[in-house]
Structure formats: structure tokens, C-alpha cells
């Protein structure tokens, strides 16, 4: 079992944000290993589990597949053949498909390091079109990094707008726009 930091702590870090939640990604495990450590499972889609004290996210690594429409329409595979890699391919944004080792190694299959020196918001694969919550992510994200010169890649906006003219960013609920308006609300540039 190999565990790891990612996402938004690893990402906040890097530039000296603080860091206000931390998730972890756990490779190589299956969910009766992480129970018979004494963590606690509460994902209901796929395996995610709190530690015993710490309380911190610890998911086990996964791949998702679209099988229906919008945000919700997603099967996930989770299993101890999964690779950080993997795992790191299904987010949205390459800023957050970095990972952290727990000795302090940064693992960045897809140039987020790059993206983050060169301030661009960019999807980490073509996947990004099956997930329209991702829109309003990028949007949030624009507007928590504006002051520091972050802009959308071309090739994102060009994504995010297809999204929008083949009708996938209809299948979200106002609820789900009003969590990431909302979020984006509170950011130095909103």
C-alpha cells in the first residue's frame, strides 16, 4: 500500500497557499485493508475512507468511466491494480494531478508543475468534456488565481465551450451551480 497527497493541498503548497483540507490517495489497497487499519468508510459511489485521528480523506485509487448523462453519470473502478497515475488522469485540472509521497517526493505525470510556474488552467485529458461541473471548477479556480496571473489554456476554453453547445452543462442541478458560484463568490476576485 502506497499512500499520497493530492489535489489542492499538494497544489496550494507549491504556492504557498494555505492549506485548508487535505486529501490523500491510497494505491495498492482494497477496502477490507484500509477497514482492518481502523479507517472508517464513508464513500457511497466509490471507496473513501477517513483516517482514525487525523479524520483526513484517504480514497482508494480509481479510474472513472462515463455511463450516463452529466456530473452523475459515472462508474468507478477502484482496485489495488489502479496506479497513482491513473488516478491523477480522471481530475480536471493539471494543477491538481500532482501528488506528494509521504517522504516529500512530487509525482507529476502531466505537467502540472509546468502549468503552475507558466499560471494556466489546463484540462488534464480529453475526459474533461464528460464532467460539466468542471466548467464552474475552472471558473472558481479563475477566480481564486486571478491576482496571481492565472489564465484558462486556449485548448480548455475551447472544451468548456463545446460542452456548452453539445448540452452537457444542462444536466446540472442549481443546487451543484450554486455550491461552486457560491465558493467562487468568496475568492479574492470573484
Known amino acids: 500500500m502506497q499512500i499520497y497527497l493530492v489535489g489542492g493541498a499538494v497544489r496550494d503548497q507549491i504556492l504557498n497557499y494555505p492549506v485548508h483540507e487535505r486529501d490523500f490517495v491510497v494505491v495498492g489497497a482494497t477496502p477490507e485493508e484500509m477497514l482492518a487499519q481502523g479507517y472508517r468508510l464513508v464513500g457511497k459511489d466509490f471507496p473513501v475512507f477517513l483516517h482514525p485521528q487525523t479524520h483526513d480523506e484517504y480514497a482508494l485509487a480509481r479510474t472513472e468511466r462515463k455511463i450516463g448523462p452529466g456530473y452523475t453519470g459515472f ?75 492565472f489564465q484558462v489554456a486556449p485548448e480548455t476554453m475551447a472544451l468548456m465551450q463545446e460542452m456548452v453547445r453539445n448540452g452537457e452543462i444542462n444536466a446540472l442541478v442549481p443546487e451543484r451551480v450554486w455550491q461552486e458560484f457560491s465558493r467562487a463568490l468568496t475568492e479574492k476576485n470573484p
Open 75 to 149: 462508474a468507478c473502478y477502484a482496485a489495488p491494480d489502479v496506479t497513482l497515475e491513473d488516478d491523477l488522469k480522471r481530475r480536471d485540472l493539471t494543477i491538481n494531478a500532482i501528488a506528494q509521497s509521504l517522504d516529500g517526493q512530487i509525482i507529476d505525470p502531466y505537467n502540472g508543475l509546468r502549468d503552475l510556474k507558466d499560471k494556466l488552467l489546463r484540462h488534464v485529458s480529453a475526459a474533461f468534456v464528460e464532467d460539466p461541473v468542471r466548467i464552474l471548477r475552472v471558473a472558481r479556480f479563475a477566480a481564486r488565481f486571478a491576482h496571481l496571473g
